[in-house]
């Protein structure tokens, strides 16, 4: 069965930093690009940044760029999300999803994890 698992969250206070962690099983991971999303209270699901399968291209959302960043390992099947001067507003739930193509909208992303909660105190 095809699984990824997030972990990492917690609370930290503005400025501060996390390391989210993504663990795939079940597929081959090498395949997809893997990316990280993210559901603050009452509103949709974003996609914030995803790395590419093959050349490990990564992209950001603009409200994130700069202060994120995406790395993956294949051999340990693991991608994770380095947060830094985090924000009260990137308080949500962060997860993890595959696809071929990181391009892809966020409802066609596959292997959806059950979440991580960050929340950032002011």
């Known amino acids: 069965e095809a699984q990824l698992v997030e972990s990492g969250g917690g609370l930290v206070q503005a400025g501060g930093s996390l390391r989210l962690s993504c663990a795939a099983s079940?597929?081959?991971?090498?395949?997809?690009?893997i990316g990280w999303f993210r559901q603050p209270p009452g509103k949709e699901r974003e996609k914030i940044s995803c790395i590419s399968p093959n050349d490990g291209a990564t992209r950001y959302a603009g409200s994130v760029s700069g202060r994120f960043t995406i790395s993956r390992d294949n051999a340990k099947k693991t991608v994770w999300l380095q947060m830094n001067s985090l924000k009260p507003e990137d308080t949500a739930v962060y997860y993890c999803?595959?696809?071929?193509?990181?391009?892809?909208?966020?409802?066609?992303?596959?292997?959806w994890g059950q979440g991580t909660q960050v929340t950032v105190s002011s």
């Open positions: 999803a595959a696809h071929s193509f990181c391009g892809a909208y966020v409802q066609e992303f596959d292997f």
């Open positions: 079940g597929f081959t991971f090498g395949d997809y690009g």
